[in-house]
T-cell receptor, first 112, second 112 residues
Framework: DVKVTQSSRYLVKRTGEKVFLECVQD?????MFWYRQDPGLGLRLIYF???????EKGDIPEGYSVSREKKERFSLILESASTNQTSMYLC???????????FGPGTRLTVT | QQQVKQSPQSLIVQKGGISIINCAYE??????FPWYQQFPGKGPALLIA???DVSEKKEGRFTISFNKSAKQFSLHIMDSQPGDSATYFC???????????WGAGTKLIIKP
């Protein structure tokens, strides 16, 4: 069974704080993704990575950065959290040419 | 041209009824059309997917109908059950990277 885990289920941070969200997958998948999910907007891609140390911007990368030092781990960083980054954050992974994305349970981030 | 438009935003169906969710796209290069199911507190999980060389795919009570000329595809849930209550997302992508373009989601409630 593919397992994607995210470091926190719920997180509350203050405006201006640096926030780290971590994602780990145990199936040796090449590709990893970070999305944010907001009601009525579906899933929007923030960043994705096709390999270690490789990253590509998605549709809404502003205010975010990522790090992938090891194949199994993909971190999302909010450099200076703002209230408009309050959202559900989802991590996903896929095999190299596989179409199915496997998701973690999500981190609900509240920025106050 | 990269959008996938999903409707309705929410849907209430009586137990035993048929639930129908629709999606439309513009980009004729899309070649993979999955549906994901998301329960509260969980990440989305692949439910069923179709490629444009077939017009219909059935898995148990779940059927995708695909109309290539109209650039539309839909999810039908037969004999809907309370356990089907979830948010459903359609998506589309292009080989080989299968980066998904997501619909906005449909919250389905099955009334007992």
């Amino acid at each position: 069974d593919v397992k994607v885990t995210q470091s926190s289920r719920y997180l509350v941070k203050r405006t201006g704080e640096k926030v780290f969200l971590e994602c780990v997958q145990d199936m040796d998948h090449e590709n990893m993704f970070w999305y944010r999910q907001d009601p009525g907007l579906g899933l929007r891609l923030i960043y994705f990575s096709y390999d270690v140390k490789m990253k590509e911007k998605g549709d809404i990368p502003e205010g975010y950065s990522v790090s992938r030092e090891k194949k199994e781990r993909f971190s999302l960083i909010l450099e200076s959290a703002s209230t408009n980054q309050t959202s559900m954050y989802l991590c996903a992974s896929t095999q190299g040419t596989g179409a199915e994305q496997y998701f973690g349970p999500g981190t609900r981030l509240t920025v106050t | 041209q990269q959008q996938v438009k999903q409707s309705p935003q929410s849907l209430i169906v009586q137990k035993g009824g048929i639930s129908i969710i629709n999606c439309a796209y513009e980009n004729t290069a899309f070649d993979y059309f999955p549906w994901y199911q998301q329960f509260p507190g969980k990440g989305p999980a692949l439910l069923i997917a179709i490629r444009p060389d077939v017009s219909e795919k059935k898995e148990g009570r779940f059927t995708i109908s695909f109309n290539k000329s109209a650039k539309q595809f839909s999810l039908h849930i037969m004999d809907s059950q309370p356990g089907d209550s979830a948010t459903y997302f359609c998506a589309a992508s292009i080989a080989p990277n299968y980066q998904l373009i997501w619909g906005a989601g449909t919250k389905l409630i099955i009334k007992p």
